[in-house]
């Protein structure tokens, strides 16, 4: 794993030491931030399930003003401190480690975040669906900036709805589907 453009360039990220993240391949990374690149400058960000960083940790080498990580693996959030610490970003990353739908569902946080990654595990779709539509409610609600995108990785085998979020793109790669959704235009 490792940053694949911007001012960390070429900078390698610990892996994950569990079985409890995929990591995305540089591949898939580099398309997606094909895509993301005009989003980027001054971006404030959510990688929620965020494993180790790697999507969170790029938008920051890609000129992010700042990134909030999402992670509640105890082991995936301490390699995520430890990359963070790496790159020297302390001053624009916050990790938050307890129960991310608790986090965004409390009325008195409200953000502004312009990109938002969603990349829980796969079988949350399958399990939890009801829960990811509450969070897509939650972000767009009190989290989102208006003309803000979430991007939702998950296995190509299922998909979900997640209003009032509206699909704008969706890429397949083998088994893994991207889709990058926005928020409704405002009337």
């Not at 694949?4 to 995929?22: S, V, W």
């Not at 307890?98 to 502004?112: E, H, I, M």
């Not at 796969?122 to 939890?128: N, Q, S, W």
């Not at 979020?165 to 890429?171: F, K, N, T």
């Amino acid at each position: 794993m490792r940053i694949i453009a911007g001012e960390f360039r070429g900078r390698k990220l610990l892996p994950p030491d569990t079985g409890a993240t995929r990591p995305v391949t540089d591949r898939v990374k580099q398309s997606v931030f094909d895509i993301l690149t005009p989003l980027l400058d001054g971006a404030v960000v959510y990688d929620c399930f965020a494993g180790t960083g790697s999507m969170g940790l790029e938008c920051l080498s890609r000129g992010a003003s700042r990134v909030t990580f999402f992670e509640a693996d105890r082991s995936a959030a301490g390699r995520l401190k430890q990359n963070i610490t790496t790159l020297k970003v302390d001053d624009r990353a916050t990790v938050v480690s307890g129960d991310l739908f608790r986090w965004l569902a409390d009325p008195a946080r409200r953000d502004a975040a312009t990109l938002v990654f969603l990349d829980p595990p796969y079988r949350f779709l399958r399990e939890r669906p009801a829960d990811l539509r509450s969070l897509a409610a939650d972000l767009a609600a009190r989290h989102l900036a208006p003309g803000a995108t979430l991007v939702f990785r998950h296995d190509a085998a299922d998909a979900l709805d997640l209003p009032p979020l509206i699909q704008a793109d969706v890429r397949d790669y083998g088994s893994m589907t991207v889709e990058f959704l926005s928020t409704p235009q405002q009337a």
